[in-house]
T-cell receptor, first 109, second 111 residues
């Protein structure tokens, strides 16, 4: 079983739609969680950290469920520019970042 | 700030050749990391460093070496390149092991 699992997609959604991705992690010692965005052939860029209480940044909302060991990302009012791969990260300690393989999102006009 | 920079952007090597991938950051971050990303796979940690003079192995260190003589630079050395090392290599840095910031990557092909 992979340490961090994501549905690879692709999720094809129309502009303006709401879309949600889930990610599960297996290491209960994971302490920090992040969502990164990666455009084709580019480096990953931090989208947002994920906190236990949940957090929101504009159209993006992230949630953490420690009991069930999953995190989620909700994107509201999808834009064409949201098309990318979204990487889930579970981290324990100062270096052990475990990346999921990513979920591809395509927002269609 | 330039952030994290990497050179070269692309490189083709023949089997058995060696090369050094350069990584530099100007954010005064203590922590630096090297990852590789294969198609359809997550990023895998090769080596990391928590400060100048201190390095340690990650998940997939075989075939690679690193050094960290300054806070700014963290080069990755490939000795005796093999086709299995064909990948995209990303360098990253963080202030104290929290949020990591990535460089633009080096695409390496070994033929």
């Amino acid at each position: 079983r992979k340490e961090v699992e994501q549905d690879p997609g692709p999720f094809n959604v129309p502009e303006g739609a709401t879309v949600a991705f889930n990610c599960t992690y297996s290491n209960s010692a994971s302490q920090s969680f992040f969502w990164y965005r990666q455009d084709c052939r580019k480096e990953p860029k931090l989208l947002m950290s994920v906190y236990s209480s949940g957090n929101e940044d504009g159209r993006f909302t992230a949630q953490l469920n420690r009991a069930s060991q999953y995190i989620s990302l909700l994107i509201r009012d999808s834009k064409l520019s949201d098309s990318a791969t979204y990487l889930c990260v579970a981290a324990s300690g100062t270096y052990k970042y475990i990346f999921g393989t990513g979920t591809r999102l395509k927002v269609l006009a | 700030n330039a952030g994290v920079t990497q050179t070269p952007k692309f490189r083709i090597l023949k089997i058995g050749q060696s090369m050094t991938l350069q990584c530099a950051q100007d954010m005064n971050h203590n922590y630096m990391y090297w990852y590789r990303q294969d198609p359809g796979m997550g990023l895998k940690l090769i080596y990391y460093s928590v400060g100048a003079g201190i390095t340690d192995k990650g998940e997939v260190p075989n075939g690679y070496n690193v050094s960290r003589s300054t806070t700014e630079d963290f080069p990755l050395r490939l000795e005796l390149a093999a086709p299995s090392q064909t990948s995209v290599y990303f360098c990253a840095s963080s202030r104290r092991g929290n949020t990591q910031y990535f460089g633009p990557g080096t695409r390496l092909t070994v033929l």
